[in-house]
């Protein structure tokens, strides 16, 4: 079974793009701790959502904000405008738990928490995944 589960600090605002075929992609980078004291080191690690998960990702997450993200490890390599091979992992979003939320107060702010009444969490399946 191949599932990752983060907690952490988003480090990067939101950036939402869509593919040629209207599929839409949200991508930015969780800042992890571990350990404490002495010991302690930040992993930065790039996470990646894709169609309705990056939408609402990309809608309700701010720089900054705490989440929790369920998703699977995936390595990928292309060839860069200078042919070199260029090795990516990052993690595929399954689920996203938005753990702080600000009243929106301008075009650029983040909204309310959306699921504040909501006591179940909404899963994303399998054929949720354009992979």
């Known amino acids: 079974m191949n599932q990752v589960i983060l907690s952490g ?3 990067k605002e939101s950036d ?11 991508s930015n980078t ?13 992993y930065f690690i790039d996470i990646t959502a894709f169609q309705k998960t990056a939408e609402n990702a990309a809608q309700w997450t701010f720089k900054g904000q705490r989440v929790n993200i369920t998703g699977k490890l ?8 200078e042919g070199k091979k260029v090795y990516i992992t ?3 979003v399954q ?8 009243e929106k107060t301008g ?3 983040p909204q309310k928490n959306p699921f504040a009444d909501i006591s ?3 899963y994303i399946g399998e054929n949720d995944l354009p992979f």
């Open 9 to 11: 600090r988003l480090v």
């Open 16 to 26: 939402l793009r869509y593919t040629q075929t209207g599929t839409a992609i949200y």
């Open 30 to 42: 969780v800042a992890v701790d571990d350990g404490y004291g002495d010991n302690k080191k930040t």
């Open 74 to 81: 995936v390595k990928r390599t292309y060839d860069n405008a």
């Open 90 to 92: 990052e993690v595929h």
């Open 95 to 102: 689920q996203i738990e938005y753990m702080d939320f600000k």
């Open 107 to 109: 075009t650029d702010a």
């Open 120 to 122: 179940t969490p909404v």
